[in-house]
Nanobody, 115 residues
Framework: QVQLVESGGGLVQSGGSLRLSCEAL????????MSWYRQAPGKERELVAT????????NYADSVKGRFTISRDNAKNTVYLQMNSLKPEDTAVYYC????????WGQGTQVTVSS
């Protein structure tokens, strides 16, 4: 049974940092790319960052380039999102994602950035 378990969200002031974690369960983690998405109130869910399965090649939304870093620890079946220089517009629920035959999502973790 595929499960994605997120942690690390919270409330932070503008300019601050947070690190999100997502533990992947129930599938062979090293065989799949992993992504982080976010959804702000009243907006569609958007892709934030992706990391490939082996070389760890990363891609980012333009809005977070230079501030966010996605990484993975294949020994721990965990993907991370390090978020620095946070802005109020980064406020959203952040979701971990994997496409294992179909799309799987974590439960979401709230990130709130105050101005």
């Amino acid at each position: 049974q595929v499960q994605l378990v997120e942690s690390g969200g919270g409330l932070v002031q503008s300019g601050g940092s947070l690190r999100l974690s997502c533990e992947a369960l129930g599938f062979t983690f090293t065989r799949y790319a992993m992504s982080w998405y976010r959804q702000a109130p009243g907006k569609e869910r958007e892709l934030v960052a992706t990391i490939t399965k082996t070389r760890g090649t990363t891609n980012y939304a333009d809005s977070v380039k230079g501030r966010f870093t996605i990484s993975r620890d294949n020994a721990k079946n965990t993907v991370y999102l390090q978020m620095n220089s946070l802005k109020p517009e980064d406020t959203a629920v952040y979701y971990c994602h994997a496409r294992v035959v179909r799309d799987y999502w974590g439960q979401g973790t709230q990130v709130t950035v105050s101005s």
